[in-house]
Structure formats: C-alpha cells, structure tokens
Nanobody, 124 residues
Framework: EVQMVESGGGLVQPGGSLRLSCVAS????????MGWVRQAPGKGLEWVSG????????SYANFVQGRFAISRDSAKDTLYLQMNSLKAEDSAVYYC?????????????????WGQGTQVTVSS
C-alpha cells in the first residue's frame, strides 16, 4: 500500500522558516518523481515544487522566488521542502505527491498518490 506521511508544519512568524518532510512507503521511492502541492482555505490546489526521481532536476512555482528548496533522500525514502522567508500567503495545507513516472512534474494533475497534508500557518 502506498503511503506518504508529511510532518514539519506549524505556526511560524512572517520571515521565518520551516522544513517539511514526507516519509514514503509501499513503492520504489527511487523510481518516482515527487512534488509538493498546497491548498489554502477556500482555494484550489496550487503546485509548489517538483523533483525528478534521480533528484537531479527540480522545478518551482514562480511565487517561490528562491525561498523554497525541494530535496529527497533515497536512503530514507523521504522528500523534503525547506521553506524560508515565509509570508502570510504561504499559509496552507501542504501535501506531498507521487508521480507515476520519473520526470519532474509541473502542475497538480499528473500525480497519482497524495499524503494527508501538514498545516503551515504564517502569522504574527
């Protein structure tokens, strides 16, 4: 059974940092591209970042503007999202997502499994 469990969310002040983690199981993590998608209250899903199966290729939404960094640790079957210089508009539930393929995914429609999400709230 494919499972992905996110952690690391919480309440942080504007300008602060958080590191999200997603531990994957039930599939060959090394063979699949992964990504992060978020959903703010009352809004639709918004793609944040993606990484190829090898980890060699990454892609980011324009709003990230160099503030976030996606990475993966194949030895731990874990996906990460380092978020710096957080803004109030970054507040959302963040989901990790698995692609059926190995190439980096841009957008929200080409993932086949999702985690349960972790809440990020940026507020003073």
């Amino acid at each position: 059974e494919v499972q992905m469990v996110e952690s690391g969310g919480g309440l942080v002040q504007p300008g602060g940092s958080l590191r999200l983690s997603c531990v994957a199981s039930g599939f060959a993590f090394n063979n699949h591209a992964m990504g992060w998608v978020r959903q703010a209250p009352g809004k639709g899903l918004e793609w944040v970042s993606g990484i190829s199966a090898s980890g060699m290729t990454t892609s980011y939404a324009n709003f990230v503007q160099g503030r976030f960094a996606i990475s993966r640790d194949s030895a731990k079957d874990t996906l990460y999202l380092q978020m710096n210089s957080l803004k109030a508009e970054d507040s959302a539930v963040y989901y990790c997502a698995k692609s059926p393929g190995n190439a980096v995914v841009v957008g929200t429609s080409d993932y086949d499994y999702w985690g349960q999400g972790t809440q990020v709230t940026v507020s003073s």
